[in-house]
């Protein structure tokens, strides 16, 4: 009721992480580009052992974290036009990607506040980037003349789709036991990006 009862502290330790990744274009040239990309990460999740939160009244809140290392695998292509013969100002980019995620969390740490679980995540884009000569809209010039530091170079939009389908997950032997069950997750993700360059 608006009483303050104690003041609360914790700390978290975040994971190392590691990334590798590669990328090549099989095509480029001055009309086209393609580029084919992959990566690897891996989380030292088991070096995140407690994020118990600890009250100024002598109470904690335990939160003791048993977490597993993951690995996340990323490949993807981006195919651009960088002109037309009609939109010589303009760059189109169509993208996919597919992603496999581990879950870092075992059944006994497994909470419904983020049901993770190994993941799968397929995208697709589409990109257009104006340059200078082109204008945006119709209605604004997309590049400026002008030799200032702000000089605007280009004005681009991005749209994307991801769908992210988890692995289906029964839980046995968690610290609550109300949380034991079979869980099911998807998500639908969409994105508009709009892009001011200088």
Not at 33 to 55: G, P
């Amino acid at each position: 009721n608006g009483v303050h009862v104690a003041d609360p502290t914790s700390s978290l330790r975040f994971p190392e992480i590691y990334n590798l990744g590669i990328a090549g274009w099989p095509l480029r040239d001055e009309d086209r580009e393609w580029k084919v990309e992959a990566d690897v990460d891996y989380v030292r999740w088991q070096s995140v052992k407690d994020a118990s939160i600890h009250l100024s009244n002598g109470i904690t809140v335990p939160n003791s974290l048993q977490l597993r290392n993951a690995v996340t695998v990323m490949i993807g292509t981006e195919y651009k036009w960088l002109h037309s013969a009609r939109h010589q100002s303009w760059e189109y980019a169509a993208r996919t990607g597919y992603i496999r995620s581990q879950s870092a969390y075992t059944d006994a740490s497994f909470t419904p506040v983020n049901p993770d679980t190994g993941a799968n995540v397929v995208s697709v884009g589409f990109g257009f980037l104006c340059r200078q000569g082109g204008a945006f809209l119709g209605l604004i010039d997309c590049g400026s003349k002008s030799k200032g530091k702000l000089k605007l170079s280009a004005i681009g939009v991005d749209l994307a789709y991801q769908y992210l389908w988890y692995n289906t997950r029964t839980i046995s032997g968690n610290a609550n036991p109300a949380v034991d069950g079979t869980y099911r997750s998807h998500l639908h993700v969409g994105s508009i990006t709009f892009r001011v360059v200088f």
